[in-house]
């Protein structure tokens, strides 16, 4: 991955190749629902690309990124509405981040997304705010790139299905090179109250089987002549066609997201607004889950959480240790982040009750340990 905002991943391809955003789906059954589905969305409505170059009403047309190096300082972030969802700090936002609908956020979804070059993290943060240096956000989700990673069920992310949002936009420097490899996100403007793999959460209260499910995924039949549409079209509706599209958040109807960028071509991309979605399958889901049958199971189980020496001077090093089993993923704070393995090296400078939370798919467990500094 290259430094930078909007910066090319080179063909790198964000989560391992058995992740489902990685998947070809081509062939993939029909699910026995989907006439009723895509007749609940609107089998006239037309796909929009929710990206593009430019400006509309002063704002970035797309959701922006940035990469950067593992160096890139870690700072504190204030969650306002989640908080019991989301992953806590630090993480490494720079003070410019973009932020969604830059260079004038306005009161939208306001996302950061920031990779992290040298550990393969990926942050993610919704409705946020730089006051005075001071970063909070609505809610967040750390996302490890090099696993299968999934929040605890009935856990949103940056999104509302509780997906990464990286994952599925679609970038200017993949369809330049000739071929998105993943699905892409996409909203409908009523989904039900209910969710199906990758998703992890629902945004609604709307009971009907023919609502889409977050996490539902679409296809462009194979039957669909793409050959009249231009090169860089035809690269995203190939995608569309062997990854399909999942649906990701409430919005406009069948709309796909990407990142912004001044190479895009604003009319060429609006000729995929003659696709309607009678020309897409929904492919099988199973399972779907409801109110009724969220699956359930242990938190992971934190044997030890220890810190050598657990007294030091200011500045010297200590070593915090852990024994944990069953987790997903191990977040260290207040100045660690992410971590992998069993252990990390700390150097307070005053003293400091260090907490570990380790998650997996069916909630999160916390530990804590105090390093005393005289």
């Known amino acids: 991955m290259s430094l930078g905002p909007l910066a090319s991943l080179n063909g790198f391809v964000p989560f391992p190749s058995t992740s489902l955003w990685n998947t070809d789906i081509s062939t993939a059954p029909v699910d026995p629902n989907s006439a009723n589905l895509i007749t609940y969305i609107g089998a006239n409505v037309t796909l929009h690309p929710d990206f593009g170059s430019g400006e509309y009403d002063g704002q970035s047309?797309?959701?922006?990124?940035?990469?950067?190096?593992?160096t890139q300082a870690k700072v504190p972030v204030k969650i306002t509405e989640y908080?019991?969802?989301?992953?806590?700090?630090?993480?490494?936002?720079?003070?410019?981040?973009?932020?969604?609908?830059?260079?004038?956020?306005?009161?939208?979804?306001?996302?950061?997304?920031?990779?992290?070059q040298g550990g393969c993290w990926l942050y993610e943060l919704y409705y946020t705010f730089n006051k005075n240096g001071a970063w909070s956000a609505g809610s967040?989700?750390?996302?490890?790139?090099?696993?299968?990673?999934?929040?605890?069920?009935?856990?949103?992310?940056?999104?509302?299905?509780?997906l990464p949002i990286f994952a599925g936009l679609v970038r200017y420097d993949e369809v330049a090179a000739g071929a998105i490899n993943h699905a892409v996100r996409f909203?409908?403007?009523?989904?039900?109250?209910?969710?199906?793999?990758?998703?992890?959460?629902?945004?609604?209260?709307?009971?009907?089987?023919?609502?889409?499910?977050?996490g539902m995924r679409m296809r462009l039949k194979a039957s669909f002549d793409i050959s009249g549409f231009s090169p860089a079209n035809q690269v995203i509706l190939t995608a569309l066609?062997?990854?399909?599209?999942?649906?990701?958040?409430?919005?406009?109807?069948?709309?796909?997201?990407?990142?912004?960028?001044?190479n895009w071509n604003n009319n060429d991309l609006a000729a995929l607004k003659s696709i309607t979605a009678s020309s897409f399958d929904v492919i099988l889901m199973n399972p779907i889950c409801t109110p009724s049958n969220v699956p359930t199971g242990p938190s992971p189980a934190i044997a030890s959480f220890t810190a050598n020496p657990a007294k030091v001077s200011a500045g010297q090093p200590v070593t915090l240790s852990w024994n944990v089993t069953e987790a997903i993923y191990n977040i260290v704070g207040p100045q660690v982040g992410p971590v992998r393995g069993t252990s990390v090296v700390v150097?307070?400078?005053?003293?400091?009750?260090?907490?570990?939370?380790?998650?997996?798919?069916?909630?999160?467990?916390?530990?804590?340990?105090?390093?005393?500094?005289?």
């Open 241 to 262: 066609q062997k990854y399909g599209m999942i649906l990701a958040d409430n919005g406009s109807a069948i709309y796909i997201t990407g990142m912004p960028d001044s």
């Open 61 to 70: 047309i797309g959701i922006p990124y940035q990469i950067e190096a593992g």
């Open 347 to 374: 150097n307070p400078a005053a003293t400091t009750t260090y907490s570990l939370y380790s998650t997996n798919q069916y909630g999160r467990t916390i530990a804590k340990v105090t390093v005393t500094v005289p």
């Open 187 to 214: 909203t409908v403007p009523v989904t039900q109250e209910a969710f199906t793999p990758p998703a992890s959460h629902w945004a609604s209260s709307t009971t009907d089987t023919n609502a889409p499910p977050m």
């Open 83 to 116: 908080a019991s969802e989301s992953d806590p700090g630090p993480m490494p936002i720079p003070a410019n981040a973009l932020i969604d609908g830059y260079p004038h956020p306005g009161n939208g979804d306001r996302h950061v997304l920031v990779l992290d």
């Open 140 to 162: 967040t989700a750390i996302w490890d790139m090099t696993i299968n990673e999934q929040r605890p069920y009935t856990w949103t992310s940056a999104d509302a299905a509780g």
